[in-house]
């Protein structure tokens, strides 16, 4: 029985005309686009609309061959994740110097109770939606990824208390996302999206703006906070 990827690939076929599989190559692949995701918190971030080396953007941000669309080839859409990721992320876990405000001292409050834990992803290929993913962090999340808050502090009774009377708390735990390659959200059917066709990704916040809660380890400036979608399907591609 064919599979899926193949009767898409028959249907582009009979409409673009036979594949001549000695000219085209269908392959693996990926494209993903990273933008910034300001301190004071955004209504709508749209991705996809840049390509490398225009606007201080560069291959880390996005791979697209074309804005808002694949150019010369064809892209089957399998699944859809988002991602988390600033620049300087040994910063990333738990700081404990002071218990009384860690979780807004890191990116952990963002990962568990932030803007993390809302906004609407909405997937449109040219004027008609295709995917509404409510919560798309948790629904859609990194393809191998998902939060985990791991390993115990331990007490160190040598050091001084940073509130007289409490007990001083060392050892970082990390803040981690597991990894389970089956937490994406999974295209079924798969999206066909073809050559030279606009589509459009944006996340919003309908219900209101969500500020950074890590603000001493974000800074939009020297170390940003930046979200991420990641396109997993089939490219078929024209061989030169």
């Known amino acids: 029985m064919p599979t899926q990827s193949l009767q898409i690939i028959n249907r582009t076929a009979q409409r673009f005309g ?11 692949g990926q494209f993903y686009s990273w933008v910034t ?5 955004i209504s709508e971030l749209n991705f996809f609309g840049t390509v490398s ?8 941000d996005t791979n697209m061959p074309k804005a808002g ?9 399998k699944s859809i994740s988002l991602g ?12 404990t110097t002071n218990i009384a405000t860690n979780d807004t001292r890191t990116l952990a409050s963002d990962l568990l109770y932030g803007f993390a834990q809302a906004g609407v992803l909405n997937f449109s290929i040219g004027a008609r939606p295709f995917a509404t993913i409510v919560r798309p962090f948790l629904y859609a999340p990194p393809n191998n990824y998902e ?30 996302q597991t990894r389970n390659k089956g937490n994406v959200y999974i295209c079924d059917p798969n999206l066909l999206i073809e050559a030279e066709q606009q589509f459009s990704v944006a996340l919003a916040y309908p219900s209101g703006i969500i500020p950074v809660l890590a603000t001493n380890v974000v800074n939009d400036t020297t170390n940003p906070l930046k979200v991420g ?12």
Request: charged fraction near 15%; glycine fraction near 10%; aromatic fraction near 8%.
């Open 18 to 28: 036979t594949i001549d599989y000695s000219r085209w190559q269908a392959v693996r």
């Open 37 to 41: 995701y300001p301190s004071a918190g």
């Open 53 to 60: 080396g225009q606007a201080g953007v560069s291959l880390a």
């Open 69 to 77: 669309s694949f150019g010369q080839q064809h892209f089957l859409v």
């Open 84 to 95: 988390i990721k600033i620049s300087n992320n040994d910063l990333s876990g738990f700081n």
């Open 147 to 176: 939060p985990e808050v791991a390993v115990a502090p331990f007490e160190d009774p040598s050091a001084a208390p940073v509130v007289a009377g409490s007990t001083v708390v060392t050892g970082e735990p990390i803040v981690r």
């Open 229 to 240: 979608v990641i396109l997993d399907g089939l490219v078929l591609r024209p061989m030169q």
